[in-house]
């Protein structure tokens, strides 16, 4: 029985027995790993992300208990002089240096994740959001657009989220995440490269100025 299983087993005979409290700290992991990312100006990073997984029902029958990840990550790097760290559910497959402030931006699909439900983001076009840090690095806000000079970059952060079992396996080379991620982005073309043209069959309703530079808590 692989180890995901075993976890799985274990806490649905935990759940069964009332152990509450057993049930949150040993249904739960943390999968962490290293990415090596090429950006924009010619420099590579290497950035440490981290997701937890705990058990929980599919989506289309609650009681298919599984270990799965939680879609909450959290990222760190180093630019410069600056410590990075992103905590939050979007979905970040781009990291970027602009032109203009000569500061990395994160990037993602606004639909994914359920990012732009969580925080009244727009129906923008392209529907996709771009996170702006503060002097500190930490905390995060984002225009209502992203900007032109972001379009048609590739994507350069990992798709293809390692999972339980993947532990052994901590640090991705660029090589790596490009095999990994190949076959999913051929089938999804709005996460392979930023498009102008992209939008969502549906989306939500203007709800004003809120939904303009808000700080990243979710």
Known sequence: MSFARHVV?????????????????????????????????????WIERSMPWEIRGSQGNPYDLGMRPTREQTIRFKYRSTQYVY???????????SPIT????????????????????????????????????????????VEPWLFDLPANVMAVIPALKEQRQRRYTHADIAR????????????????????????????GSRSHQRGETK
Do not use: M
């Open 87 to 97: 905590a939050g559910r979007a979905d970040v497959r781009w990291i970027a240096v």
């Open 9 to 45: 087993s274990f806490c649905i005979r935990a759940f069964a027995a009332g152990a509450l409290a057993l049930v949150l700290t040993a249904c739960t992991r943390t999968v962490t790993w290293e990415e090596e990312v090429p950006l924009n100006t010619g420099e590579t990073i």
């Open 180 to 207: 990994r991620d190949g076959p999913s982005l051929l089938k999804d073309p709005p996460s392979a490269h930023i498009r102008p043209d992209y939008k969502e069959s549906w989306c939500l309703r203007k709800f």
């Open 102 to 145: 000569k500061e990395p931006v994160l990037v993602a699909p606004a639909s994914s994740y359920g990012w732009d439900v969580q925080n009244h983001f727009t129906c923008t076009v392209p529907h996709y959001v771009q996170l702006v840090p503060d002097a500190t690095g930490q905390r995060w806000s984002w225009p209502e657009h």
